[in-house]
Nanobody, 125 residues
Framework: QVQLVESGGGLVQAGGSLRLSCVASGRTFSTYAMGWFRQAPGKERELVAA???????YYADSVKGRFTIYRDNSENTVTLQMNSLKPEDTAVYYCAARRTYSGTYYRTAVDYEYWGQGTQVTVSS
């Protein structure tokens, strides 16, 4: 069982930056593929970025060039650096994890086993 705790959300003006962090419990973090999802009111949960155990990364088209995902296995942490934020980035952001022995990342919510409680990101215009 893995517990995920997100932090770093908040209110920011358009063009600003936020850094979201997700800390995982346990001693096998390096064997988990990780993802950041978001869900805006009235919309489905969508993948923002994913990172594999071998540090391959994937970004949604809407955030490419603005967001960066990285992991620190020594700290059991995955981070989402968000720059040039737009009002349409407003959502609850969730961290997700999946135990895997492959080097691939995962792009759909059903692929993930564990979820954090979410952190609100609000971007004002």
């Amino acid at each position: 069982q893995v517990q995920l705790v997100e932090s770093g959300g908040g209110l920011v003006q358009a063009g600003g930056s936020l850094r979201l962090s997700c800390v995982a419990s346990g001693r096998t973090f390096s064997t988990y593929a990780m993802g950041w999802f978001r869900q805006a009111p009235g919309k489905e949960r969508e993948l923002v970025a994913a990172i594999s155990t071998s540090v391959n990364t994937y970004y949604a088209d809407s955030v490419k060039g603005r967001f960066t995902i990285y992991r620190d296995n020594s700290e059991n942490t995955v981070t989402l650096q968000m720059n040039s934020l737009k009002p349409e980035d407003t959502a609850v952001y969730y961290c997700a994890a999946r135990r895997t022995y492959s080097g691939t990342y995962y792009r759909t919510a059903v692929d993930y086993e564990y979820w954090g409680q979410g952190t609100q990101v609000t971007v004002s215009s």
